[in-house]
């Protein structure tokens, strides 16, 4: 077995039901072969985050499945437009952002949505850098941690928040009810209903994004678009021909 699915840090796992998942199966003919890149997002804090540990709950189970991770640690991220984008931590965000092909977001729940901290992280990832766009065609899963009975208002927004930045958001998602009795003295989230959950949400993520990460550019390709360059090729030779 693969050192990655040596299942040691999954204590919680049945292992006679968990399947990896088959690359060559889901992958399309331009794969590129490397383990996929997903990139995650928590929305506290606090010492004790419940969204950070579900993240690393989250970032567990993905490198069981052979994806490479990162998370982005939110503390010292100034505010969206209260300093200029070549803030450190803006910087970071952005280039994390476009080496990912995949993303997880976590948040709270707070006040009935998602945390400002989360927010601010979105909202500094940019829908385009000159031509190229940070997001566009990249899977998301959401999940959320709640402080009282299980909710989906955060997972919801979330979503609304991924259809706007043109990524793949897959069906399932997540949403931890009482999250601080689910979580060991040990900082891991016990085997339940609601972890079972989760397991299905990073499988289901590195399903889509072996299957959208090659196939990302037509998946996306608009005929709206398409126009619009169109037009602003004839201005420019237009222009020239003057």
């Known amino acids: ?79 969206p437009d209260a300093e200029e984008i070549d803030h450190p931590k803006v910087q ?24 400002g901290i989360m927010k601010a992280q979105i909202d500094w990832i940019p829908l385009a850098l000159g031509a190229v766009r940070p997001t566009q065609g990249k899977t998301l899963a959401v999940m959320q941690v709640c402080g009282g009975s299980q909710s989906f208002n955060t997972v919801n927004q979330m979503r609304v928040l991924g259809r706007w930045m043109r990524m793949v958001t897959i069906p399932n998602q997540s949403s931890v009810a009482k999250a601080f009795l689910e979580f060991d003295d040990n900082d891991r989230m016990k085997p339940s209903a609601y972890y079972n959950r989760v397991v299905d949400v990073i499988e289901e993520l590195v399903k889509f994004t072996y ?9 996306v390709d608009r005929y709206s678009e398409r126009v619009e360059s169109a037009e602003e090729l004839s201005k420019r030779v237009n222009q020239r021909s003057i």
Not at 211 to 219: D, E, I, Q
């Open 1 to 79: 077995m693969a050192e990655h699915r040596n299942g040691a840090d999954l204590p919680n796992i049945d292992f006679a039901c968990m399947q990896p998942v088959d690359a060559a199966y889901y992958a399309g003919p331009d794969d590129p072969g490397h383990k996929p890149r997903i990139l995650i997002l928590y929305g506290s804090l606090r010492a004790r985050s419940f969204s950070r540990l579900l993240a690393l709950e989250a970032e567990r189970l993905l490198k069981w499945h052979g994806c490479e991770t990162r998370i982005f640690d939110p503390r010292g991220l100034p505010l």
């Open 92 to 115: 970071e965000l952005r280039e994390l952002a476009a080496w990912s092909e995949g993303m997880v977001w976590v948040s709270p729940e707070r006040h009935g949505a998602m945390t």
């Open 211 to 219: 299957m959208v990460r090659s196939r990302a550019a037509p998946l």
